[in-house]
């Protein structure tokens, strides 16, 4: 396959995705415990912010909004891994859908991006 984009573009976008992976990382350790069964999965830790009835109500509440942001966060490293193995197998840039090449201005906003923008709309049936 013929690569859409020259060597220095990949990589420039692998050292974004590798920064965004580590940014992520760090951001899920703020928030939870890496499981020590899966590789990129996290377990939201539990606030212990007192014992009382308006302490436990901030707890559950903060697990809760933890728990949202672990769930997001892990979406976008899983994103970001799988953008790093197509760069590694050279088919990254390419639309996973159409087969042809993502708009390099679209790979410069979000570098995870697997779908051109016409792909994507489609999917999410935008008009």
Known sequence: MVTPFPPSFYQEIKAKLLEEQERLTHELAD?????SHKEHVFEARFPELGDKEDENAAEVATLSDNLTLERELESALRDITSSLVSLAKGTYGICKYCKNPIDERRL???PMSSA???CKKLLTQEV
Do not use: G, L, Q, Y
């Open 31 to 35: 928030i939870s415990t890496k499981s």
């Open 108 to 110: 410069r906003a979000r």
């Open 116 to 118: 051109c923008v016409e």
